[in-house]
């Protein structure tokens, strides 16, 4: 099919995708979100962690109580270093011909996207993109313990990142059993897997807090 023909049939369709597409963002999104929000939510008070749970407006952080630098802000940038659910690199959720337009395609990797935790280092910590990858280079001893995790660092932002994907059967059965929270089983792991890296991230985290002005 051209690429005219497949213009063509979605023109045809217009009614029946416009119904779709406005059940995925407004409903069925909105559903899964909520899920997520709790599992993250119970899971961090569990284990003493601070965070942000609204996933809806892409808005889902945690972190240790301990790399709090700042007290009595909710923001992810009054720690050193947060997990944010976050896009792949070179995504952050935009809307153009190289990404996917729903975030819950990512998460269930039928697209081009990725869903998952990615790393990232708060203001406080005095951290400017060159001078953190500077930082990584002198102190590859860090980078090499939390490449040993389920983390991989990304070289164009200088974070890491750690997929996660939730299998689209699993969570279509689970919508209609509304067992949501069944399906996202890959997304609790993702969550353990924090409490995992976290020692190599402690060591990051102490390391850029002796060296990095903001420290």
């Excluded at 416009?18 to 899964?32: G, S, T, Y």
Aim: with cysteine; proline share 3%.
């Amino acid at each position: 099919m051209s690429t005219d023909e497949l213009d063509a049939l979605i023109v045809r369709n217009l009614d029946d995708l416009d119904a779709a597409a406005k059940r995925l963002e407004l409903d069925i999104e909105k559903r899964v979100g909520k899920v997520i929000d709790q599992i993250a939510e119970t899971w961090a008070r569990k284990q003493g962690w601070e965070g942000k749970f609204d996933f809806d407006l892409t808005t889902l952080w945690v972190a240790p109580a301990e790399w709090r630098s700042i007290e009595g802000k909710a923001e992810a940038d009054a720690f050193l270093g947060f997990f944010e659910l976050w896009t792949g690199f070179a995504d952050d959720f935009d809307t153009n011909h190289e990404n996917d337009y729903f975030w819950l395609t990512r998460l269930c990797g039928a697209g081009r996207g990725k869903i998952g935790f990615r790393w990232s280092y708060g203001r406080s910590l005095g951290a400017t993109k060159p001078r953190w990858k500077r930082f990584l280079q002198e102190h590859r001893e860090h980078l090499n313990q939390v490449r040993k995790t389920a983390f991989a660092y990304e070289e164009g932002s200088g974070l890491f990142f750690m997929p996660i994907r939730v299998e689209v059967e699993a969570l279509a059965a689970a919508i209609i059993d509304n067992t949501i929270d069944e399906a996202l089983k890959p997304f609790c792991i993702g969550l353990d897997r924090l409490l995992t890296a976290k020692p190599g991230f402690d060591a990051l985290r102490q390391s850029a807090k002796e060296v990095l002005p903001g420290g």
